[in-house]
């Protein structure tokens, strides 16, 4: 079963969360450390319970464990042993359902009633996070497939014993990954993923392989439940959702950063965000063909909330 489209079959949109650096940095931590947000999983969790929940707030219909940047190599080079950082990788999607669990309980029965509890995916970051060098955005790679599937192995496996609802395989800059990544993933066929790519423009991932390359390859696997962009300029958003359409027939999901603009050299952002400008922008993704929707990189509840203000949730007829 696809997770994701009695969402989009009765409210026209599943909505993800947004950026979770970006809240945390709003909320005063310091994230430059290679560890990224996975730091506060030491350091203050509780921080990150308090995002994932203003996230729900805002009318997410998912939320995205703090996996992300989590890595079993990550956690083990600041001291922990691999039991401790296995420990601590689970934590992470165990922090958001908790989250998840108690928004969810403290609605009042009718609000409920004219809901869809929302999931939790598990967010498999590429190798590039743990590499913490921007190659998310340059696709330089020094690994090949077979090496990519056993640096995810262990932590794909971690994840798989979670209670989260789906698989993100998010940010993903290299075709090789993707392909080891579907290979992990029907090594756990009670597993369903998304898979999400971040591009150099329109038509191209970037390490310069046509997206519609990607999502032919990654449609004959019936557990991919939807496959899209993340982490990429909402200006080539259209042309790359066009793309996909010509390539498959599974739920695109998109999720580009704010419209601002990353420095890799100077590790900074350029620009400005705008929430309703955002809101806008979804709902033309939608009429293009983009059916779940959210935010990455420096978006915010802000940005979440104009999007679900364009896709409000709508009574189920065995509720009325």
């Known amino acids: 079963m696809n997770p994701i489209k009695p969402f989009v079959d009765r409210n026209g949109a599943f909505i993800l969360d947004g950026g979770l650096a970006t809240q945390l940095e709003a909320r005063g931590e310091d994230l430059g450390d290679t560890l990224w947000s996975a730091r506060l999983l030491l350091d203050d969790p509780a921080l990150i319970g308090q995002v994932h929940a203003d996230y729900l707030l805002a009318g997410a219909d998912c939320i995205i464990a703090a996996s992300y940047q989590a890595t079993i190599p990550g956690f083990m080079s600041r001291g922990l042993s691999e039991i401790e950082a296995k420990e601590l990788l689970g934590f992470a999607v165990a922090l958001a359902v908790e989250e998840r669990d108690k928004y969810w309980s403290a609605l009042a029965k009718g609000e409920r009633a004219r809901r869809i509890r929302p999931l939790v995916a598990a967010s498999v970051g590429p190798y590039a996070a743990y590499r913490a060098d921007g190659s998310e955005y340059t696709g330089k790679y ?32 290299v075709f090789d990954e993707a392909r080891a990544l579907a290979r992990l993933l029907t090594e756990t066929p009670e597993w369903s993923a998304w898979f999400s790519f971040t591009c150099r423009d329109g038509q191209h991932i970037v390490d310069g392989t046509p997206i519609r390359e990607c999502a032919s390859f990654l449609s004959e696997f019936e557990q991919v439940v939807a496959i899209g962009v993340n982490c990429s300029p ?37 620009g400005e965000a705008v929430p309703a400008e955002f809101g806008t922008f979804s709902r033309e993704w939608r009429k293009l063909g983009a059916a779940a929707i959210g935010g990455c990189c420096r978006t915010t509840p802000a940005h979440v909330r104009q999007i679900r203000d364009r896709f409000p949730w709508k009574q189920s007829d065995h509720s009325r």
């Not at 497939?145 to 789906?166: G, N, P, Q, T, Y």
């Not at 695109?252 to 990353?262: A, D, F, L, Q, T």
């Open 142 to 173: 020094d690994l090949g497939e077979a090496d990519l599937v056993e640096f995810h192995r262990k932590r794909w496996f971690v994840l798989a014993e979670s209670a989260a609802d789906i698989m993100a395989c998010e940010t993903i800059p």
């Open 234 to 270: 909402p200006h080539i958003i259209p042309s790359l959702i066009e793309e996909l359409r010509k390539a498959t027939d599974k739920l695109i999901v998109v999720y580009p950063n704010s419209g601002e603009v990353y420095d890799v050299q100077r590790h900074l952002w350029r």
